[in-house]
């Protein structure tokens, strides 16, 4: 038996589509590594609840709440049928303390989380709402996107996901899509949205920038 084998036989737990891991404002006292599948994490924002992030494989989750032992900050719902690993607190000191390479990985997401976090607040701060979707759809594309061998970029969001992670109207949103569709810069598919030219995506970005500098888009 690997050593994966062996973890996921003391670790691991099955978790279809639906499950939630937890909840905001929980006790947390779990950290979950994602085997296969993914997890969406999101986050009650005044009376909308936005899309922080969607996990896939190899990420992990929950590991704040066991670090300063606080109450969750987000929600944990599982949108793709999942493996994972369940760890305790003790359990990851651990694992920790023994290996330098679990540190470091741990270490460097947390630094990903917090750049991850202040990008999102940066682009609910931008007074465009256009550029919000592009700048949007443009973070997704790098924290979750999936690269084809022909060089497009799968997004596993849609356009209301999308939306609440911006902080704007689902149809505000399928505007903007739609003339980035026309376009040729995007493909839109029912649960995902997928990027032909993320070169193209940043160009009409700094497009929308200077409309909104020298005047009206």
């Known amino acids: 038996m690997s050593d994966g084998d062996q973890l996921f036989a003391r670790f691991g737990k099955q978790c ?93 997401k ?21 550029a919000r979707v592009i700048l ?6 790098a924290v979750s996107g999936v690269k084809r061998d022909d060089g497009t970029v799968s997004v596993p969001l849609d356009s209301a996901g999308l939306a609440q992670q911006v902080g704007l109207p689902v149809s505000a949103v399928d505007g903007v899509l739609n003339r980035v569709v026309r376009l040729g810069i995007i493909v839109k598919h029912p649960d995902s949205i997928e990027v032909s030219d993320v070169e193209r995506l940043h160009e009409f970005l700094e497009f929308l920038e200077m409309q909104q500098k020298y005047g009206d888009a």
């Open 16 to 108: 279809p589509a639906g499950t939630v891991l937890f909840r905001e404002d929980d006790v947390g006292d779990k950290l979950y590594v994602i085997q296969t599948g993914r997890v969406k994490i999101t986050k009650a924002v005044h009376d909308q609840t936005k899309t922080l992030a969607i996990l896939g494989a190899g990420e992990f989750l929950g590991e704040m709440a066991i670090l300063n032992q606080k109450p969750r900050t987000a929600t944990a719902e599982v949108v793709e049928d999942a493996e994972l690993l369940v760890l305790d607190g003790k359990t990851l000191q651990q694992m920790v303390v023994s290996n330098a390479e679990i540190a470091v990985r741990l270490i460097k």
């Open 136 to 141: 949007g759809l443009s973070r997704e594309a």
């Open 110 to 130: 947390l630094a990903r989380r917090l750049d991850g976090a202040n990008q999102l607040i940066e682009i609910l701060m931008h007074e465009d709402p256009k």
